[in-house]
């Protein structure tokens, strides 16, 4: 199927690190986002890999990609309150005419 | 500012009657694209437009109609044949069809 999987929730201590996984379905695809959703808005772009690339870091952020698998994964390093939200992962398949296929999100819920 | 707006944020109708959901962009971009949003179904696509005057059907597009006559606006009419209408509504856009899409902040709409 063209299904994007991820976890639908996540509980992590203020401070710790945070993992989001997925898992896509085209091994060809050629980027690989996140996204992140706050309570009553839109989705916000937050990094994106490109399919010939292992690891991408920014800042607090570090994306991970075995292509072998097609797992993606985004770690949060040192969670704080404002990080909690709705993180969903999406692919850009390489077949034509298609718009990127979105996973059902994880919900991060980061306590104090 | 460049971005992508939606209106009304919250929208109230009366069950069987047709309601439009507006979409703006001033991004240049060529594609734009609406998404569907319920509690635990992720998004869903709706309809998405490659270019003007031009759009395609996406997963859930019955009792839903589009038009793009104009590259800056892709408004979405949801008709009395939508049989759930209540949900969140997102609007995006991209450069082009399967690239990052950036979000409006959604449109809520509630059928009493």
């Known amino acids: 199927g063209e299904d994007v999987e991820q976890s639908l929730f996540l509980s992590v201590r203020e401070g710790d690190s945070s993992v989001i996984n997925c898992t896509y379905t085209?091994?060809?695809?050629?980027?690989l986002y996140w996204y992140k959703q706050e309570p009553g808005a839109g989705l916000q772009l937050l990094t994106y890999?490109?399919?010939?690339?292992d690891m991408k870091q920014d800042q607090r952020l570090t994306v991970l990609l075995n292509k072998k698998d097609k797992h993606l994964s985004l770690r949060i390093a040192d969670t704080q309150t404002g990080d909690s939200a709705i993180y969903f992962c999406a692919e850009s398949m390489r077949q034509a005419g298609t718009a990127l296929i979105f996973g059902k999100g994880t919900t991060l819920s980061v306590s104090s | 500012d460049g971005g992508i707006t939606q209106s009304p944020k919250y929208l109230f109708r009366k069950e069987g009657q047709n309601v439009t959901l507006s979409c703006e962009q001033n991004?240049?971009?060529?594609?734009m694209y609406w998404y569907r949003q319920d509690p635990g179904q992720g998004l869903r696509l709706i309809y998405y437009?490659?270019?003007?005057?031009?759009?395609q059907k996406g997963d859930i597009a019955e009792g839903y109609s589009v038009s793009r006559e104009k590259k800056e606006s892709f408004p979405l009419t949801v008709t009395s044949a939508q049989k759930n209408p209540t949900a969140f509504y997102l609007c995006a856009s991209s450069m082009t069809l399967n690239t990052e899409a950036f979000f409006g902040q959604g449109t809520r709409l509630t059928v009493v």
């Open positions: 437009s490659q270019i003007v005057n031009d759009f």
């Open positions: 890999i490109f399919s010939n690339m």
């Open positions: 085209d091994s060809s695809s050629t980027y």
């Open positions: 991004l240049n971009h060529d594609a």
